[in-house]
């Protein structure tokens, strides 16, 4: 069991729907990170949190909207997505910012498919 | 942009034997993590290591870092099947630099044990 919760596991969506995925922890950390992997590939940063500020958008389409309603809680709203979104979102946290000097800790993962 | 590089791309082994992974980063850092990511799941983080260390142990792994050549290995020492997985070197950036919040993976490689 991961101590970073997501969910949905699973989001099937067409083109023009509105979906959120949420993300919880609840081991006080202070920096939260979305990244997205498509298969057989790395993470990439899209954005990260700090103190519930977004600190760092990785020039990630609008398409994508993220937002931190408190320090445990992060949610990435979805909204006239295209194929090439199709891949799986991780979300991960970490004590504080600066992700390099403290281990992050990850979700599982929400596999989202475009139809 | 990606820093690390993952070598081998894949490994397959038998159980008890020992298996290397090497990463190779371009710019300095001040700190380099390896991962672990088992199928359709999240990320697990292994062991951190910070830029005026050469080697670090946990359990049946150990990591080195030459930072004279930008490289790291992941040693796993008598395997066992339930390792296989895929591992990622991450590194971040160098305090000369600006430092980073970001973590950048490099490619992974993926490790088959077999029984």
């Known amino acids: 069991d991961t101590e970073v919760t997501q969910t949905p596991k699973h989001l099937v969506m067409g083109m023009t729907n509105k979906k959120s995925l949420k993300c919880e922890q609840h081991m006080g950390h202070r920096a939260m990170y979305w990244y997205k992997q498509k298969a057989k590939k790395p993470p990439e940063l899209m954005f990260v949190?700090?103190?519930?500020?977004?600190?760092i958008n990785e020039s990630v389409p609008s398409r994508f909207s993220p937002e931190c309603p408190n320090s445990s809680l992060l949610n990435l709203h979805l909204h006239a997505l295209q194929p090439e979104d199709s891949a799986l979102y991780l979300c991960?946290?970490?004590?504080?910012?600066?992700?390099?000097?403290?281990?992050?800790?990850f979700g599982d993962g929400t596999r989202l498919s475009i139809l | 942009s990606q820093q690390g590089e993952e070598d081998p791309q894949a490994l397959s082994i038998q159980e008890g034997e020992n298996a290397t992974m090497n990463c190779s980063y371009k710019?300095?850092?001040?700190?380099l993590q390896w991962y672990r990511q088992n199928s359709g799941r999240g990320l697990v983080h292994l062991i951190l290591?910070?830029?005026?260390?050469r080697e670090k142990h946990s359990g049946r792994l150990r990591v080195t870092l030459d930072t004279s050549k930008k490289s790291s290995s992941l040693l796993i020492t008598a395997s066992r099947a339930a390792d296989t997985a895929s591992y990622f070197c991450?590194?971040?950036?160098?305090?000369?630099?600006?430092?980073?919040?970001?973590?950048?993976f490099g490619k992974g490689t993926k490790l088959t044990v077999n029984p």
């Open positions: 290591i910070r830029s005026n260390e």
């Open positions: 949190y700090s103190y519930e500020k977004l600190s």
């Open positions: 991450a590194t971040d950036g160098s305090a000369t630099q600006g430092g980073s919040e970001k973590l950048v």
């Open positions: 710019t300095s850092i001040n700190n």
């Open positions: 991960a946290s970490s004590l504080q910012s600066w992700g390099g000097r403290q281990p992050q800790h």
